[in-house]
């Protein structure tokens, strides 16, 4: 027994309206429609990742200011520095709609680099007083801080390869056109090295050469520059 020719037509007509929603779907995907949202929201959940660690590094400074002071307590100037760029750097947040703007961009890595570059003066002042190299609880902030900076490396970085592959996808066909029509999508700020903020800034203790080597041999601590000045 043969299908009715209206059962048939049924058949046709429906395997052709599955065949129209496939290719639909097709289509919609590489215009853009799913791609695009996909690779932003991965670029966001990689700056949550950022967020996180430079997070972790701004509570770590208070504690480590607070325990340096017992032992280097003369350095005022580079522990308010210290201080003063951890309260900048946390006073500066970046919303996930402001990863597009450049200025807003940079502003948040500036206040954090010249975190970085408290920080390696504070590593500068610790060099200098073998008393607080031994202080356990300051060994522990120290390789805290250590271990967190290495995340934000990672952190950083796998944010830079999420930005980029966002980035490429909203400017390549046929993606672009559901990137510039749909989403009105624009491209993501990476983070930029910072030759600076690599290198920790040597501190002028304010002593001549000879002064300074009687010092590494005597048991008091090195003077500071406030002492030297004097």
């Known amino acids: 027994m043969t299908a009715s020719p209206v059962r048939h ?17 097709v289509s919609l995907t590489a215009c853009g429609i799913n791609s695009v949202p996909t690779a932003e929201e991965n670029a966001k959940a990689k700056w949550a990742d950022v967020e996180s660690a430079y997070q972790r590094r701004a509570d770590l400074v208070p504690n480590l200011v607070e325990t340096a002071k017992a032992a280097a307590a003369s350095e005022t100037q580079i522990l308010t520095n210290v201080t003063n ?15 597009s703007d450049p200025a807003a961009f940079e502003k948040f890595q500036g206040a954090q680099n010249q975190l970085t570059q408290a920080l390696g003066q ?3 002042v610790v060099e200098n007083y073998p008393q607080l190299q031994s202080q ?21 970085t ?5 930005v980029q592959e966002y980035n490429t996808t909203i400017r390549t066909f046929p993606d672009a056109i559901g990137a510039k029509l749909i989403h009105g999508a624009k491209p993501m700020i ?9 290198t920790a800034p040597k501190v002028n203790f304010g002593a001549a050469p000879a002064a300074a080597a009687a010092n590494d041999n005597a048991a008091a601590a090195p003077a500071s520059p406030a002492a030297a000045a004097n």
């Open 9 to 25: 037509f049924g058949l046709v007509r429906r395997f052709g309206q599955i065949a129209f929603a496939a290719a639909a779907a």
């Open 85 to 99: 760029a951890r309260a900048a750097a946390t006073s500066i947040n970046i919303r996930t709609e402001d990863l």
């Open 122 to 124: 504070l590593r500068t």
């Open 136 to 156: 356990a609880r300051f060994a522990d902030l120290m390789v805290q801080l250590e271990g967190t900076e290495n995340r934000i490396n990672v952190a950083r």
């Open 158 to 162: 796998r944010y830079n390869e999420a």
């Open 190 to 198: 990476p983070f930029k090295a910072d030759p600076a903020a690599a």
